[in-house]
């Protein structure tokens, strides 16, 4: 079965510019999409088919798709940022999640 | 903008059935969304449970599927799980969701607030 890895967590300076990656054999030939969700809270879309932002994100939030690598950037990263973030893609007729990255704003 | 609201019991006895019931507003079940549960254990990542179509057509992860039943009730615009003979490892707080997009690529644009559902005695 497929498999998409991600760090555990990132680290990032209030104002910076924080990557958050997703890898999987050639993710680049995949729809990646990428959840944001806070404690307590149900995960909310903030970027689908590797780079697009629904409605109400941020233009901060962006990504890429390429190889093995796809990526989340958040730029000028506030604190408000600070979530799990998750990738998924499709597996066939299976959803893959990767494992989450928590994103820490320092 | 559909909402979404799951509704069932949170408390099930090992080896029973857990049932949920996530009614959808804003919007018709009859729609191109396919629906989907998605569960998470207590302090991990999500898990994808399956996905199900106004239709009947459903799809199932693997790991669930020989427990796993969804269904549609369009006079009632809500969706169903069913998910039999569960464990302690069933604990999870259960997500229903709408699937947008081409099938096969879908992306999870709406989402309820989710109910947890504990397995004990």
């Known amino acids: 079965s497929y498999e998409v890895t991600q760090p555990l967590s990132v680290s990032v300076t209030l104002g910076q510019t924080a990557r958050l990656t997703c890898a999987g054999d050639?993710?680049?030939?995949?729809?990646v999409h990428w959840y944001q969700q806070k404690p307590g809270q149900a995960p909310v879309l903030v970027i689908y088919n590797d780079m697009n932002r629904p409605s109400g994100i941020p233009e901060r939030f962006s990504g890429s798709n390429s190889g093995k690598t796809a990526t989340l950037t958040i730029s000028r990263a506030q604190a408000g940022d600070e979530s799990d973030y998750y990738c998924q893609v499709w597996d066939g007729t299976t959803v893959v999640f990767g494992g989450g990255t928590k994103l820490t704003v320092l | 903008q559909v909402q979404l609201q799951e509704s069932g019991p949170g408390l099930v006895k090992p080896s029973g059935t857990l049932s949920l019931t996530c009614a959808v507003s804003g919007g018709s079940i009859i729609s191109d969304h396919w629906w989907v549960w998605v569960r998470q254990a207590p302090g991990k990542g999500l898990e994808w449970i399956g996905e199900v179509y106004h239709s009947g057509n459903s799809n199932y992860n693997p790991s669930l599927k020989s427990r796993v039943t969804m269904s549609v009730d369009e006079s009632q615009n809500h969706f169903s799980l069913e998910l039999i003979s569960v464990t302690a490892a069933d604990t999870a707080i259960y997500y229903c969701a709408g699937a947008n997009g081409p099938s096969l690529s879908a992306y999870f644009d709406c989402w309820g607030q989710g109910t947890l559902v504990t397995v004990s005695s």
């Open positions: 050639n993710i680049g030939s995949k729809n």
